[in-house]
């Protein structure tokens, strides 16, 4: 995981350093997407289960998303993970989240506040390891719907805060369905045309 996790951040940069050179030469002109990246956090539940331990907290995660299209409706296409290790009673236990997903995004372009809302669809990956034990993985179809808010705290950049709610449609005999929760902090670079 900490392999994709730095294959992810080197991506970016490279996306970041490509683009955003150009970005800032356009200062006058209008964005037609952006590229973020940055922290988020996970709460993630079996549907089917009840009582403790049907849930875990992600603390550490990542994230990264590029969008582009016209001024009020773009494509998006987003990527990140999630993990916590030693996740039940110090047994040595990893449990990470994957998903990638691409979708629709609207978003208000002028205002101090910018908010927007967005659908994905995609695939979840949930896989978990522990000493002494066969390491397990299972992918699965995900949808995502959230939104939240852009800060502009320059012409070309801003921060980013957002929330979505996320199921994995998993198969087993219990219906597998996994509901999540996201909350993300990061840093948004408007892209020009």
């Known amino acids: ?54 849930s875990e907290t992600l603390p550490a995660g990542w994230y990264v998303d590029i969008s582009g299209g016209s001024h009020m409706f773009r494509l998006v296409g987003q990527f990140d993970g999630s993990s916590k290790s030693d996740a039940f009673d110090e047994t040595g236990l990893k449990v990470n989240v994957l998903t990638y997903a691409a979708g629709v995004r609207t978003n208000a372009t002028d205002g101090s506040v910018r908010p927007f809302a967005q659908f994905l669809l995609g695939g979840m990956r949930t896989s978990s390891s522990q000493p002494g034990f066969t390491d397990q993985s299972e992918h699965a179809f995900m949808i995502d719907a959230g939104g939240g808010v852009n800060i502009p705290a320059g012409p070309r950049w801003g921060a980013r805060v957002g929330f979505d709610y996320r199921r994995g449609f998993f198969k087993d005999e219990e219906g597998g369905a996994v509901n999540a929760f996201r909350f993300n902090v990061g840093v948004v670079f408007n892209l020009v045309g």
């Open 1 to 54: 995981m900490k392999q994709l996790a730095k294959q992810a951040c080197v991506t970016a940069a490279t996306i970041l350093l490509t683009v955003l050179p150009a970005s800032i030469v356009n200062a006058q002109e209008t964005p037609v997407g952006d590229v973020s990246f940055g922290y988020q956090w996970q709460r993630v539940s079996s549907a089917g289960c009840e009582g403790d331990g049907c």
